[in-house]
Every structure is written in structure tokens, then in C-alpha cells.
């Protein structure tokens, strides 16, 4: 009877490799840079949000489906929680 006293290498699970300090540092810039492009978006939206609502009562008379996606719009764009995505029915 045989018996092995050392493992197979096919039994050893592989540990991942520590990541190095720049990957670590480009992974957190990465992060930082995608938050704060959300934050700039969604004040943006939150601005635009009454200008779409005074364009839309300008055009109730003279093109109301524009009028009504100009509200649509200003709804979305006040609505934190969704701020950043725009669905388009095309």
C-alpha cells in the first residue's frame, strides 16, 4: 500500500494573486472617477429639470406630444433615485 505524503498539485486549490498597488490605486480612481461622474449627471438633470417644464408650457399649444415628453422628462430628472438612466422609446 502506498501512501502520499505530499499532495497533488491537482488537489491544491490556486490562490488568486494579490493585486499590486497600482491596480489597487486604478481600481479606487476608477470608482471615484464613476461616482463623481454620476453626481455631476444628476445635478445637471436636477438643473435642466425646470427649464423642460418652462419649454413645455411653451409648446403646449403648438406641438403637444413635445410638450408631454418635456414633462415626462422634467419628472425623470427630478426623481433622485433614477437620475442618471433616460429610458427612450424610439
Not at 453626481?39 to 423642460?52: H, S, T, V
Request: net charge positive; no cysteine; hydrophobic share 45%.
Amino acid at each position: 500500500m502506498t501512501t502520499l505524503t505530499q499532495a497533488s498539485r491537482m488537489f491544491i486549490a490556486r490562490r488568486p494573486r494579490a493585486a499590486s498597488l497600482r491596480q489597487v490605486w486604478a481600481q479606487q480612481a476608477g470608482r471615484f472617477a464613476k461616482a463623481l461622474w454620476q453626481a455631476l449627471e444628476a445635478a445637471g438633470q436636477r438643473r435642466a429639470a425646470p427649464y423642460l417644464l418652462h419649454e413645455a408650457t411653451r409648446h403646449e399649444q403648438s406641438n403637444p406630444a413635445l410638450a408631454a415628453e418635456l414633462r415626462r422628462l422634467a419628472r425623470h430628472a427630478s426623481t433622485p433615485a433614477q437620475a442618471h438612466t433616460v429610458a427612450r422609446a424610439d
